[in-house]
């Protein structure tokens, strides 16, 4: 058993910062997107650019000869999924930044009365926790996640998404962690994203993709095949991520890049602060 009076005092310091800060914009009473289990019907009105076309009420829009949407808001209780990428891509200060991540969207969760569990991932399912609504159990995982070290030679997203499919059984929300240097399976995403708010966190700190002009020798971080690389002294991940969060748009995600620029709770928080206002 995990006690709270015996817990990282960081640990601590994250609880108290996303129970005052984060809870409540994560999920409970924000006005969601997407219809489904859980959810209560919100508003009806005009449709505006960027609405899902799926929202459409077409009864409404027959017989005012306007398009209108329904939009719905979320009750608390609901269940929040991470999947967490423990492959070797994940050099330390990244792990570091998935760690306090997953802490401030853990602690936020059970603030606002949710249910959260946690898919670790490499090559393989490395292990799995179930959405729980319990202190404990929050705990729990979070310890389990501090002791993990990261593994294998590649990232499959194939494993935690079928996963996530079993450990989800009704719609809820599932939040990816992860560097997004693998290849991003067009099926399995896009089937958890028709029934469950998802959404991608890139963790790529701008120190780790930004080298001094000239040729650098390097070595892929999974397969440690060596290569050399000419840099210009730009940052080629900002391009790479630009490129990265529109597919995952397109296959349904909504993504945002932590850079490292400033503390993954700021932009967390204008993130989800976002998501409310549609």
């Known amino acids: 058993m995990v006690r709270i009076a015996s817990a990282p005092l960081r640990l601590k310091q994250l609880r108290l910062e996303a129970r005052r800060q984060l809870a409540g914009l994560v999920g409970g009473t924000a006005v969601s997107r997407r219809p489904g289990h859980g959810l209560d019907f919100h508003e009806l009105r005009p449709y505006q650019p960027g609405d899902d076309i799926r929202h459409l009420d077409w009864n409404v829009t027959a017989r005012l000869d306007v398009p209108h949407v329904r939009r719905y808001r979320e009750e608390h209780g609901r269940n929040i999924l991470l999947l967490a990428d423990l492959s070797t891509s994940m050099l330390p200060p990244v792990f570091e ?8 969207l853990v602690f936020a969760a059970l603030g606002q009365r949710d249910r959260v569990g946690l898919c670790a991932f490499a090559d393989t399912l490395l292990w799995s926790q179930p959405p729980r609504g319990s202190e404990t159990e929050g705990w729990r995982l979070l310890h389990r996640l501090q ?19 079993r450990l989800m059984p009704r719609p809820g929300m599932i939040l990816l962690l992860t560097d997004g240097y693998c290849r991003l399976p067009e099926s399995p995403l896009r089937r958890l994203a028709a029934r469950h708010d998802c959404i991608a966190l890139l963790l ?9 002009a000239g040729l650098w020798g390097l070595r892929d971080a999974e397969s440690g095949q060596p290569e050399l690389a000419w840099s210009t002294g730009d940052n080629p991940g900002a391009a790479d991520s630009d490129s990265t969060c529109d597919r995952l748009r397109q296959l349904g995600f909504d993504p945002l890049v ?21």
């Open 97 to 104: 930044m998935l760690q306090e991540v997953a802490a401030l």
């Open 147 to 165: 002791q993990s070290r990261t593994t294998g030679n590649a990232t499959d997203l194939r494993p935690p998404l079928e996963a996530a499919g």
């Open 204 to 212: 790529r700190p701008d120190n780790l993709t930004r080298l001094p």
């Open 258 to 278: 932590l850079n490292g620029r400033r503390e993954p709770l700021a932009d967390l928080m204008a993130f989800f602060r976002r998501r409310r206002q549609g």
